[in-house]
């Protein structure tokens, strides 16, 4: 190889392997480009591995081929590696894309969908050009991608873009490797692409000007985007605000916002260098921001909501809609509170009938369901949803990965599933509440649908240790494959591990709603000593009543009850049968939850009695918090493992709200003396176990004021602080910390 390889008179071949997100994204022809640029021979080609190529020429134009490679790579490629070889010259000197080499499974065949590129977007509005306000222009850099894939290899069949035939224009894009538009997919133009239509009571030319006129006059309009529809009206408008509110049955619940440009989010929302950043990114999140005082948005968009989401537009019809109407858009999910969003026309048009008064369609199919992910940048970065523009983008997991390919069916509410293949972890699309029956058929389907795509046939199956979870039913009824259960608050432990590439042993406080524990009862308020494998739980919550079972966590007043009660103080005369209940443990099992005792607090101090949406009352209580307020309660900590008491703390707030004490004192006192609690115990089961790292996640931890300060604490103490930042700390994480901790046991 050696002397068959020795370059001669200056003249090199090398053969070079790219590995990462290399295909579907532009790579070839971009290689193609920056070869012919540079004088260069050669082919380049996709095949298992990722790309393959090979260049020859002068020792100094391969140099700088070598140089350019990975840096100047197209926007949605990932390189990860570049590995280099020296060949014997052939003498070849033009330069081709060959054929690719199949067999095997890709490791990146589906990228996340992607937000309008420039490119695009400067054609979208230039009057010269044929895709002049097409709404459906696209290239290799952005559009649809995950929500439009109907199997592999990814390749127009095998995509709701099936049925549209390109034209002679298009087609010649398609094939010629120069242009930004080869091998785009979904690749379309108004001469022979998808096309917008206005249904409802009106006669348009023009439907987005129709669209934009009817949303000046107050009306709702059902908008079809990439993952599903969304529903629409003037953020400013009161009474269409009020409308939409009341028509979607959705009491409470914050509506995501839609500027139409980054400094329009500016006058909603304080931002800084991460947030716009984030929102400006090609994945387009939903961005949760301190709201803005005198922000131009209706009461009801987000009654006091201290936070708003915001998004910037990210399919062309989106910017045409935007930059037409002028002024900031609710884009809410279209569904009726708890259901899942729709995305099929004629389901839509039928489910949305009394909510919409128009709809704006068009006829590219959406395959997969897709919510919008919702994420907050500052002080740090937290994903509270994951699901269009990350999904299905691999996340990796640490040491040699899965030794066999594995499905993790993750939890019960936010649902996500995940599957596993050696280092590589393909974390599903946020799925929703299994109960429903509606979402339940996504994950089934969506199973189906990854397994195919990532080529992945599980071997293991890992699932909740709760008995009663539809995601557990589900693996426990499929043959031929080995089960592992793993208790919930170690998947959040681990989940957080993994997604650092760390794997412990760690602290971890996992603070959320319910969860099944290993001695059956409802854990949620959990200190545990943690590696990937296993798990010792350190410390917990004082456990108390759950009086009523599920009903309590509808109802935080029970909770309230059942903590009166555990600190032997009289509840009101109203609220006694329940205390009685609470005393009795009839139908009341022991829960450790601190999503739990943060509900309790919240209707103690007057704030929310009863919930419409899972974690209302908490987020309330936050929301609620008085700054000025320097305060806290007595709590205490004792025995092994670790007991967090806070009877005296609720001795204390019952005194507070007797004494007419304010709510926002009191949800600040409280916040403060959790916070402290917690730095406290975590502090002290580092040391006791020789560890300097602590773990903080769990739905609870989604508490920003309450995340900072245990951080802050926590980093003071000079303990290393890990939080989850790429999945949710919720039960959306879950799978893949199931996924982790089953590919880290022998
Ligand atoms: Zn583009
Ligand atoms: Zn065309
Ligand atoms: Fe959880």
Redesign the pocket.
């Known amino acids: 190889m050696t002397a068959l390889g020795a370059p001669s008179r200056g003249r090199r071949r090398t053969r070079v392997r790219v590995t990462g997100t290399v295909q579907g994204v532009g790579f070839r022809p971009y290689v193609y480009r920056l070869a012919g640029e540079l004088g260069l021979g050669g082919y380049v080609l996709n095949d298992t591995h990722g790309v393959l190529l090979e260049v020859e020429g002068g020792a100094g134009a391969v140099d700088a081929f070598l140089a350019r490679l990975g840096p100047d790579a197209p926007p949605l490629a990932v390189v990860e590696r570049v590995l280099a070889e020296e060949r014997a010259t052939t003498g070849q000197a033009d330069f081709t894309i060959r054929p690719s080499l199949g067999g095997g499974a890709p490791d990146a065949p589906v990228t996340p969908d992607t937000a309008?590129?420039p490119?695009?977007l400067r054609e979208l509005f230039d009057p010269a050009d044929r895709r002049y306000r097409y709404p459906f222009?696209?290239?290799?850099?952005?559009?649809p991608r995950f929500t439009i894939i109907r199997g592999v290899p990814y390749d127009r069949p095998k995509t709701t873009m099936a049925s549209f035939t390109m034209c002679v224009a298009c087609q010649a894009e398609y094939e010629d490797p120069t242009d930004?538009r080869f091998h785009a997919q979904p690749n379309a133009c108004p001469v022979c692409g998808p096309s917008l239509r206005l249904v409802g009571d009106v006669i348009a030319d023009d439907p987005i000007a129709a669209t934009v006129t009817a949303l000046r006059a107050g009306a709702i309009v059902a908008i079809k985007g990439i993952g599903g529809y969304h529903l629409a009206c003037q953020a400013d408008d009161e009474l269409a605000a009020a409308a939409l509110r009341a028509r979607k049955h959705r009491e409470d619940k914050p509506f995501a916002l839609m500027a139409p440009s980054l400094a329009g989010a500016e006058s909603l929302v304080a931002l800084d260098e991460r947030a716009r950043d984030l929102l400006s990114s090609p994945a387009r999140p939903i961005v949760l921001a301190p709201r803005r005082s005198g922000a131009p948005v209706a009461t009801a968009v987000a009654p006091g909501a201290r936070e708003l989401g915001v998004m910037l537009p990210y399919s062309p019809l989106h910017h045409l809609l935007l930059a037409d109407a002028g002024t900031t858009l609710v884009l809410t999910s279209a569904n009726l509170s708890d259901e899942p969003i729709a995305y099929r026309d004629d389901d839509a048009l039928e489910r949305l009938a009394g909510i919409a008064d128009l709809f704006l369609v068009h006829d590219r199919p959406i395959e997969t369901r897709t919510d919008d992910s919702v994420v907050r940048a500052a002080p740090r970065r937290m994903v509270v949803r994951r699901s269009r523009g990350y999904v299905p983008g691999a996340l990796s997991l640490p040491g040699a990965g899965a030794p066999r390919p594995l499905l993790a069916c993750g939890a019960e509410l936010k649902n996500t599933f995940c599957l596993a293949r050696g280092e590589r972890a393909w974390v599903s699309h946020h799925i929703g509440d299994l109960e429903n029956y509606e979402t339940l058929r996504s994950f089934t389907e969506g199973i189906e649908h990854f397994s195919r795509l990532f080529a992945v046939e599980p071997e293991v199956v890992v699932h909740d240790l709760h008995p009663e979870y539809l995601s557990t039913k589900y693996a426990f009824e499929l043959d031929g494959v080995e089960l592992v259960g793993v208790q919930h608050h170690h998947a959040h432990l681990a989940a957080c591990l993994a997604e650092h590439g760390e794997a412990g042993p760690a602290i971890g406080a996992i603070f959320d709603g319910t969860g099944y524990g290993l001695d059956g009862s409802v854990w949620g308020g959990e200190i545990l000593l943690g590696s990937l494998g296993d798990f010792t739980r350190v410390g917990h919550l004082l456990p108390v009543r759950l009086p009523g079972g599920t009903q309590a966590v509808r109802e935080p007043w029970r909770m309230a009850c059942s903590w009166l009660v555990a600190g032997a103080v009289e509840p009101p005369a109203a609220w006694r049968p329940i205390a009685e209940l609470a005393r009795s443990g009839l139908a009341s099992p022991w829960t450790t939850s601190m999503g739990r005792l943060f509900d309790a607090v919240a209707a103690l101090a007057g704030i929310r009695a009863e919930i419409n949406y899972e974690g209302q009352a908490a987020i309330e209580l936050e929301a609620a918090c008085d700054f000025s307020e320097r305060g806290s309660y007595p709590i205490v900590l004792t025995g092994e493992p670790l007991v967090i008491d806070p009877r005296e703390t609720i001795r204390a707030i019952a005194a507070d709200v007797a004494a007419g004490e304010s709510p926002g004192a009191i949800a600040r006192r409280f916040h403060r003396t959790i916070a402290t609690a917690t730095v406290e115990a975590c502090v002290r089961l580092a040391a006791a176990h020789a560890t300097e790292v602590v773990v903080l996640s769990g739905g609870v931890f989604q508490n920003r004021m309450l995340l900072e300060s245990v951080a802050g604490g926590l980093a003071a103490a000079g303990l290393r602080v890990l939080t989850p930042e790429r999945l949710p700390a919720g039960d959306g994480g879950i799978s893949y910390g199931q996924a982790a901790v089953a590919a880290a046991r022998p």
């Open positions: 309008t590129c490119g695009c222009i696209n290239c290799t850099n952005c559009g930004r």
